[in-house]
């Protein structure tokens, strides 16, 4: 006699077994139902990776007792939400399983899948409040960190610069360096920033053409390096599904910048991505401005909150200049090591760490028909020390340049001081550094003889 095959027990014996399905989040005065005997718990099962780059998978992989009625694939399952976007649990009915777990433990899951999966950057905002026509656009400066070894030409693709002297100007970089030659990193980007609404963004520029298996996600933290969010570039370019856009489709980039001055004075903004291991501390005495003033603009409440990969707003001071209000150029500010050519590149302003004015210079064979800028007899960026006073110097200082009926670039004299607060020439002054003091090969003698002398001493002292 042969044993009959064991066979499945019937559908509806199966289903007695069974719980019927309920939310996630029991009522708070019981403890929630235990999962079924015959259903497994959820484990996590780690791929093999093939790519050191790619992130693990951390979804959890839940096994079913073949008998559990209505089982629901991973795969129907939504994509986790952003931190910011999460709502309740226990309304979203996507979640209900017909072969519930505690839920304590589903929510321990949930919370570690958001745990373990990169979360993008805040966007930045740069709060510009200027409002008058000339306040309200400016150039700004982008400091962007290439993911890749890339070259200046390729750099000066990407942000659509119209000038490659304008980036070796920005990075203090000589006017003859190719376009081929390596990119600093980071590399300086000047770029038109206008302000609207309270912030500011760069104008129009710069704009990025989708390629195949682009993601807008990829766009800003690959391409530009963190300078902005997907959030910014689908909100300025009204897409409405980040992970979704048309190969070939032209995007705005807007990159935060501002315009406002600081402290009642001009400044030159920075935008700047915080490396990890930075501080707040060190990116002011980095960049010659205060931890206070970081802060403060940043809306930091402390200089603990500062991330890696944080986009800052960080002030360059610019040097003061004797441009007049009427010329073309009046809006000019250049901070410390860079330059700037103005006037057609017939006139190259640098600024000075030492009196923080502007230093300005025609420039040689860049432009082949430029207009002279003299002051008189005095061309220029030439200077004379006065007869009458030692302690008065008189330069002849760029002023802008003019093109309403003809070219013209514009000069004046400017009377600046050159003595201490004392009143002493800096060629009169004395020399207190120890080198000074020890310049001479005399000098040099008797500090010799007499650390012999000391020597000498020491030993006898010791022999005693």
């Known amino acids: 006699m042969t044993t009959p095959p064991p066979t499945s027990p019937p559908r509806a014996a199966v289903q007695a077994h069974c719980p019927t399905p309920r939310t996630l989040s029991p009522p708070p005065h019981r403890s929630p139902p235990l999962p079924p005997r015959h259903c497994a718990s959820p484990t996590f099962k780690q791929p093999r990776q093939t ?7 951390t979804a959890p992989l839940y096994h079913h007792h073949p008998h559990c009625c209505n089982t629901v694939p991973l795969s129907h399952y939504p994509p986790a ?5 999460l709502a309740p649990i226990a309304a979203t009915p996507a979640m209900a399983t017909p072969c519930p777990l505690p839920a304590l433990l589903l929510l321990t899951l949930a919370a570690l899948s958001l745990s373990l999966s ?4 805040a966007a930045a905002r740069f709060a510009c409040n200027a409002t008058a026509p000339r306040a309200s ?23 659509q610069l119209r000038s490659h002297r304008a980036l070796l100007a920005s990075n203090n970089l000589p006017p003859s360096t190719p376009t081929t030659a390596p990119a600093p990193s980071p590399v300086r980007v000047r770029l038109p920033c206008l302000c609207s609404g309270g912030a500011g963004a760069t104008f129009q520029r710069p704009t990025y053409k989708v390629r195949a298996g682009d993601t807008l996600d990829a766009v800003a933290r690959g391409a530009f390096a963190g300078l902005v969010t997907y959030r910014d570039i689908a909100a300025a370019n009204n897409v409405s599904d980040p ?6 489709q032209e995007l705005w980039v807007p990159l935060p910048c501002s315009c406002d001055p600081v402290g009642g004075e001009p400044v030159v903004h920075l935008t700047y991505v915080a490396p990890a291991g930075s501080s707040v ?5 980095e960049y010659g401005t205060t931890e206070e003033t970081i802060l403060a603009l940043n809306r930091m409440p402390d200089a603990k909150s500062l991330l890696a990969g944080q986009v800052l707003d960080v002030p360059l001071r610019a040097c003061s200049s004797a441009i007049s209000s009427s010329a073309i150029d009046r809006n000019l500010r250049v901070p410390n090591a860079s330059y700037i050519l103005t006037a057609n590149n017939c006139i190259m302003c640098g600024c000075s760490s030492t009196t923080w004015q ?27 020390t006065s007869a009458t006073s030692t302690c008065e110097s008189t330069t002849c200082s760029y002023a802008g340049y003019t ?9 004046n004299l400017t009377t600046s001081s050159v003595c201490n607060a004392a009143g002493i020439s800096p060629a009169a002054q004395p020399s207190h550094s120890l080198a000074s003091r020890l310049g001479s090969p005399a000098r040099w003698s008797e500090l010799i003889v007499g650390l012999h002398v000391a020597l000498l001493c020491l030993g006898f002292l010791r022999r005693d």
């Open 137 to 159: 656009t400016c150039q700004a400066l982008v400091s962007y960190s290439p993911p890749n070894a890339t070259t200046l030409a390729a750099v000066r693709a990407l942000f």
């Open 243 to 248: 992970n979704r856009v048309a190969v070939g």
């Open 118 to 121: 990169p979360t993008p950057a």
């Open 51 to 57: 790519n050191p780059h790619t992130p693990p998978r």
């Open 81 to 85: 939400p952003a931190p910011a976007e």
């Open 281 to 285: 501390a060190g990116i002011a005495e």
């Open 358 to 384: 502007l230093d300005c210079q025609p420039t040689q064979g860049l432009t082949p028909s430029c207009p002279a800028a003299k002051c008189g007899d005095l061309f220029l960026g030439n200077t004379s």
């Open 403 to 411: 093109n309403s009926s003809s070219f013209t670039i514009l000069a």
